[in-house]
Structure formats: structure tokens, C-alpha cells
């Protein structure tokens, strides 16, 4: 905390100067976030605008390569046609990759998107991924390892579930109570 009147005047007066210049260079992007942050602070604000944006760019990022991936020729489109759409995708990946990306992580984020590039756009555990910051290739292979556990899980409880609650008392088999057992004249045939 400033104790110094002359320092903690300027400090108050550099937060107003950043608070102006984000309110007047943010106005249209980030109109609902401004009237939330108003009377406070310039860095709550910062960074509020900070995490939209980087929920937005995780999303421009899976947009781009899904472009790319959906890139198909047409049978009466030109060759050079298709090679520019490809070109301008590539562009587009390009503008939202980080410079400072190695080649693992490169290759890493080629296979992560194929892999959500054959995923229908409504597929849910597909929205759960991209809405994620930061989701890599081991998230996807958790993700698609647990919801595929949880499936198989499920999938045993029901048949059991099944199994336990409709089973014939006369002839054992699931699926039919007694009173509509298909067997019980076969049943009693073999007896007689």
C-alpha cells in the first residue's frame, strides 16, 4: 500500500489514464465487461478481458483447422480454386499458431484436430474439448479413454440391471416375465 501522498496521487491517476484507454479502445468489443468493471479497478478489468479473449481464441483455433479439415472438391471446381481455399486455411492456422511452438507441439496439434475433425460439431465431448484453454492430444486421449470407460460401465449395469429385474421365473431367461413366458407350453410339454 502507498503511504506517499505524491506517489499514490499518480499511481491513482495512471489507473484512471489505463482505465480511459481501455473504456474508449474496448467499447465495442467488450461492452458488458466495461459496465461490470466501471467503477473498479484497471487490472480485474485486464484480465477479464484477457480470459474472453483467450476463451474466444481457443475457439478460433478449432474453427481454422475444422475449415481446413472441411476443405472437399467440388466435381465442377477448379484444381487452382481448391488449392487457394487450402492456401487461405493454411494462412488462417498460421496467424493463430505461437511462434514459439516446437514441432512436437506442432505435430501434436495436427493430430489433436484431426482427431475433433471427425467428431460431429454437436458431438458433446467435441464442445467439452474446444471450450477447454489449452487442450492437447493427452486431454483428448483422456477424455475419449474415460467417456469410452464410462460407456462400456453403463452398458454392463443396464444388461445387468436387465438381467436381475426381468428374468422368467418359469423358464429363467431374461427379457419376459412369467405370465407371458413364450416357453411355458414347451415347459409343460416336456414335463407331461
Same mark, same amino acid.
Given at each position: ?87 487461405? @486455411?493454411?494462412?488462417?492456422? #498460421?496467424?493463430? !499458431?505461437? +511462434?514459439?511452438?516446437?514441432? /512436437?507441439?506442432? *505435430? ?34 483422456? @477424455?475419449?479413454?474415460?467417456? #469410452?470407460?464410462? !460407456?462400456? +460401465?453403463?452398458?454392463?449395469? /443396464?444388461?445387468? *440391471? ?31
Amino acid at each position: 500500500m502507498l503511504t506517499d501522498a505524491a506517489k499514490l496521487e499518480r499511481w491513482t491517476w495512471s489507473e484512471w489514464h489505463v482505465m480511459g484507454v481501455i473504456m474508449g479502445t474496448a467499447t465495442d468489443l467488450h461492452y458488458k465487461l466495461l459496465s461490470k468493471h466501471e467503477n473498479g479497478a484497471a487490472w480485474p478489468l485486464w484480465k477479464a478481458i484477457e480470459t474472453q479473449h483467450v476463451s474466444q481464441d481457443v475457439s478460433l483455433c478449432h474453427k481454422v483447422w475444422m475449415q481446413l479439415f472441411g476443405i472437399c472438391k467440388r466435381p465442377e471446381e477448379a484444381y487452382l480454386n481448391l488449392y487457394h481455399c487450402v492456401n487461405n @486455411a493454411h494462412s488462417r492456422i #498460421d496467424h493463430v !499458431t505461437p +511462434v514459439n511452438q516446437s514441432s /512436437e507441439d506442432h *505435430s501434436n496439434e495436427i493430430a489433436l484436430f484431426t482427431l475433433l475433425g471427425m467428431l460431429h460439431a454437436d458431438d458433446p465431448l467435441c464442445c467439452q474439448l474446444v471450450s477447454q484453454k489449452g487442450t492437447t492430444l493427452n486431454n483428448a486421449y483422456s @477424455a475419449f479413454l474415460h467417456t #469410452d470407460r464410462d !460407456t462400456m +460401465v453403463a452398458s454392463k449395469i /443396464e444388461l445387468a *440391471s436387465i438381467a436381475f429385474s426381468s428374468c422368467c421365473h418359469k423358464c429363467d431367461q431374461p427379457s419376459h416375465y412369467g405370465r407371458d413366458c413364450p416357453h411355458f407350453n414347451a415347459i409343460a410339454q416336456l414335463i407331461s
